[in-house]
């Protein structure tokens, strides 16, 4: 890609949040929180995170899993989806993410609707597994891209009939194809594992945009 082309991308995601998302204090109150702490600004892009949104509410979401919360970015735009009574459930591993999260998610108004589950998601999902915590309308997959596989799988065993699994980060500048490093491998190993899986149907979308050139898998669980 050339970076006449990627910064294009950045300009339109730009045009696109000014006419469609504009100025939302909540938003970028977490934003300026991130960066002030020092947390990498690796958050869904505000038409991604419009777009999460607007899935949740499309199923009517009520109950919501994120994997890997960073400062709450995308589960403010998820929680917000949320009806009266509704739930989301986010792990983070990072005991500092999960602090700024929280700060976030407590400026949003959305404290009451939103657990933080701090440490490894490997060991915080099979706990929510034996709470009966699930199932769970939709979950978003977006922590440490080697377990893709092993997330998906807990995500699907915490649906319904009908929920979606979204993961972020699927393409990664087109590395899923041949990259050799591990996150590339996990991007591969997300989609060996999708399309050896009956239980689903999915696809994958390539996006651009201010966070370059990247995609996301979504799956509905069949009925
Ligand atoms: N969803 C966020 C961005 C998440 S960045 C947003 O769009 O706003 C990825 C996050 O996953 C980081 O905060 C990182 O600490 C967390 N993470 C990494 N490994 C993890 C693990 N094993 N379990 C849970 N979270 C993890
Ligand atoms: C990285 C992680 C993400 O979840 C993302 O959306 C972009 C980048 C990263 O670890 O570099
Ligand atoms: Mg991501």
Redesign the pocket.
């Known amino acids: 890609m050339s970076s006449e082309a990627s910064s294009a991308w950045g300009e339109v995601d730009a045009y696109i949040a000014d006419r469609l998302i504009g100025a939302d204090a909540d938003l970028d109150s977490a934003l300026a929180a991130n960066a002030a702490a020092g947390l990498p600004a690796?958050?869904?892009s505000p038409p991604q995170g419009k777009l999460l949104h607007l899935l949740a509410r499309s199923i009517g979401a009520k109950r919501i899993l994120?994997?890997?919360?960073?400062?709450?970015?995308?589960?403010i735009w998820l929680a917000r989806a949320l009806p009266e009574g509704g739930r989301l459930v986010t792990?983070?591993?990072?005991q500092k993410?999960a602090d700024v999260a929280a700060a976030n998610l407590a400026r949003a108004g959305l404290a009451s609707r939103v657990e933080i589950r701090v440490g490894?998601?490997?060991d915080t999902l099979p706990k929510l597994a034996a709470e009966a915590a699930g199932p769970f309308d939709l979950a978003f997959i977006?922590?440490?891209k080697p377990?893709n596989a092993n997330y998906f799988a807990w995500a699907l065993m915490l649906a319904r009939p009908g929920s979606l699994i979204i993961v972020d980060n699927v393409v990664r500048e087109g590395s899923v194809l041949a990259g050799t490093d591990a996150d590339a491998a996990g991007a591969r190993a997300l989609f060996e594992a999708i399309a050896a899986e009956p239980r689903v149907t999915a696809t994958a979308i390539q996006t651009v945009g201010s966070k370059g050139w990247d995609g996301f898998a979504i799956a509905i669980v069949n009925g």
């Open positions: 690796i958050d869904v994120e994997v890997g919360a960073l400062g709450g970015y995308s589960t792990l983070e591993l990072e993410h490894a998601a490997l977006d922590a440490d377990n």
